[in-house]
């Protein structure tokens, strides 16, 4: 399928690849579609939800909720915005109208949810674009301490300019074992492509910080890596009979994989733009 035809039917037809909750961690759940989706937390204080899906999605994200034992109206507190394209921020709209969460976005694209045309733009009929105003934005220098949880947002930029990733320690209260989830806020190669520059210089510049940005957070220690589109960390090969255990995510290899997978899409992409230097 594209990308518009997934689009269209994680927008219009959620019930279509729709995973329910999924264990990812003590305390950590995906929910949403085989292609795209959220990360719920579980803290002392109420739920953090990452991202806010598409709004087509959301009746299906709050029914999930609802099976873990939760009221999605009053249980939601915070929403951490990965990066504002609208695949991952046109139900916020509806998030910031029933639940009333604290929204966090980065500070660089706080003009991007006024601007249809920087929010990758989808085309007529696939979803419900409405602008946003966040409450918040990140603070790169210190943690956000929320529910007994310290979660480290991280500038990442490349596929945005804000784009921001989260790293966290979730604890096994059973086995006494921690656990630190990391999920990279946007590792699509679509901003970097040939038809977004002009110049082989304006090209060749932001390729380079994109490849800079993996290299920084490739060695990181990672003991769950989580994802809001699950096939980058080729989630669902993961994924067992019982979506209650977390416990066949715990794999510290797969961080620095989805890393280096990157960087080889990086690297076709470079070899084979039409700003590449041909041999004779």
Not at 93 to 106: A, D, E, T
Not at 230 to 256: C, L, M, Q
Request: charged share 25%; hydrophobic share 35%.
């Amino acid at each position: 399928m594209t990308v518009d035809e997934l689009y269209g039917q994680a927008n219009h037809r959620p019930w279509e690849g729709a995973t329910g909750p999924l264990r990812v961690g003590p305390h950590t759940w995906f929910i949403g579609q085989t292609w795209i989706g959220v990360i719920v937390l579980e803290t002392k204080e109420g739920l953090v939800i990452i991202d806010a899906g598409l709004s087509g999605q959301m009746w299906h994200i709050f029914e999930s909720i609802r099976k873990l034992g939760y009221d999605p109206e009053h249980d939601i507190k915070l929403c951490l915005l990965s990066h504002c394209h609208m695949d991952h921020f046109s139900g916020i709209h509806i998030l910031q109208n029933y639940s009333h969460p604290v929204v966090y976005m980065s500070e660089i694209e706080k003009e991007w949810p006024y601007r249809e045309d920087l929010c990758n733009g989808i085309p007529a009929g696939l979803d419900y674009y409405m602008p946003f105003k966040p409450d918040r934005f990140f603070d790169y220098s210190r943690p956000l301490e929320f529910g007994g949880y310290s979660i480290e947002c991280v500038l990442t930029p490349g596929h945005t300019p804000g784009t921001t990733s989260f790293f966290f320690e979730d604890t096994d209260e059973d086995t006494g074992r921690t656990y630190t989830i990391g999920m990279h806020g946007g590792l699509g190669l679509n901003t970097v492509t040939d038809q977004n520059f002009e110049t082989a210089e304006e090209a060749s510049a932001a390729r380079a910080g994109f490849r800079q940005m993996l290299l920084d957070v490739r060695d990181r220690k990672v003991d769950i890596s989580i994802a809001n589109h699950p096939d980058n960390i080729h989630f669902f090969d993961r994924v067992t009979e019982n979506k209650k255990d977390y416990r066949s995510f715990i794999d510290g290899t797969v961080w620095a994989r989805q890393i280096d997978e990157k960087l080889a899409e990086l690297d076709a992409l470079e070899r084979d733009s039409r700003f590449a230097k041909k041999g004779n």
